[in-house]
Structures are given as C-alpha cells and as structure tokens.
C-alpha cells in the first residue's frame, strides 16, 4: 500500500510564492510518473505538472513560466514551486503517481493524496 503526504499550501498574496512538497510512503524503488493536479471549487480537477521518471515535464499552459516542477522518482518525492501566483490559482492541490516499482513487483494503480489548499488572495 502506497500513502502520498502533501504539504506546503496556505494562504498567499498574489504575485507571491509557494513551494508544495509530496512524498510517497511504502516499498518503492521507483515511480513512473508523479505529478500536481488541483481542483478549484465547482470545477473539475485539472493537471497542473507531473514528471516522469525519466525526467521528462510537462505543464498546463495556464502555469508554464511560473510554477516549476521536480523532484526524485526513485525516491518518491515531487515538488512544485509556484510563483508569481495568482487568484485564479486558488485551489487544493492533489499530489499522484502512477506506475511503482517495487524490488520485485510493479503496480500499475494511481495513487492520490489528500490535497492540500492554496489560496491566493490579498
């Protein structure tokens, strides 16, 4: 069983900056895919970025040039800095992962966590 922790959120000025943090719990070797997806009230959830393991990103329009995504797949950890925020940012961010290899196992099931709030607001 796989358990991804989110941390980092709260309340932000706009054009201000935010660094979210997750980290995979359980046996893992590697991880295919993680990434930062966020779901802003009565809208669906939308991904933001993710990072494969090769270290390949890729971002939603709407945050390229300001958020950044890292991390290490091998150790089950992914970041996202976020700057230059804006309001319409505001939303919880959910951490996930997809494809964990274990020392001798593969599960191909998505993980989530359980968001954490970003709210970007004088």
């Known amino acids: 069983q796989v358990e991804l922790v989110e941390s980092g959120g709260g309340l932000v000025q706009p054009g201000g900056s935010l660094r979210l943090s997750c980290a995979a719990s359980?046996?893992?070797?590697?991880?295919?895919?993680m990434g930062w997806y966020r779901q802003a009230p009565g809208k669906q959830r939308e991904l933001v970025a993710d990072?494969?393991?090769?270290?390949?990103?890729r971002y939603a329009e709407s945050v390229k040039g300001r958020f950044t995504i890292s991390g290490d797949n091998a150790d089950g950890t992914v970041y996202l800095q976020m700057s230059s925020l804006k309001p319409e940012d505001t939303a919880v961010y959910y951490c996930?992962?997809?494809?964990?290899?274990?020392?001798?196992?593969?599960?191909?099931?998505?993980?989530w966590g359980k968001g954490t709030l970003v709210t970007v607001s004088i």
């Open positions: 996930r992962s997809a494809g964990i290899w274990g020392e001798d196992s593969f599960d191909p099931k998505e993980y």
């Open positions: 359980g046996s893992i070797l590697s991880i295919n895919v």
């Open positions: 990072i494969s393991r090769g270290g390949s990103t």
